[in-house]
């Protein structure tokens, strides 16, 4: 069973960054798209960002020019860098395919606040 585990979230000032880290067993990150997705409190769970196989990457609006995902296969470990956070932005942020899940991991916790 493969098993996704996020790191690297905390409380961050509004304008601050954080580096999200997602590690799997196996070699799952450089075989499938993957994607970053969060929750926030009373919402529904939203993909923000997405890698495919090849490296192009995608953005929902919100975080575009922001966020950045990227990947490193040699590693097993996909990022995201988030930078210019905002209060909006916190949440539990989860590592997961854009389709037919894994199960998922735990998830990080993102604060923005002053």
């Known amino acids: 069973q493969v098993q996704l585990v996020e790191s690297g979230g905390g409380l961050v000032q509004p304008g601050g960054s954080l580096r999200l880290s997602c590690t799997a067993s196996?070699?799952?990150?450089?075989?499938?798209?993957m994607g970053w997705y969060r929750q926030a409190p009373g919402k529904q769970r939203e993909l923000v960002a997405t890698?495919?196989?090849?490296?192009?990457?995608n953005y929902v609006d919100s975080v575009k020019g922001r966020f950045t995902i990227s990947r490193d296969n040699a590693k097993n470990i996909m990022y995201l860098q988030m930078n210019s956070l905002k209060p909006e932005d916190t949440a539990v942020y989860y590592c997961?395919?854009?389709?037919?899940?894994?199960?998922w991991g735990q998830g990080t916790q993102v604060t923005v606040s002053s």
């Open positions: 997961n395919k854009p389709m037919d899940y894994f199960s």
């Open positions: 196996g070699s799952i990150i450089s075989i499938y798209a």
């Open positions: 890698i495919n196989r090849g490296g192009w990457t």
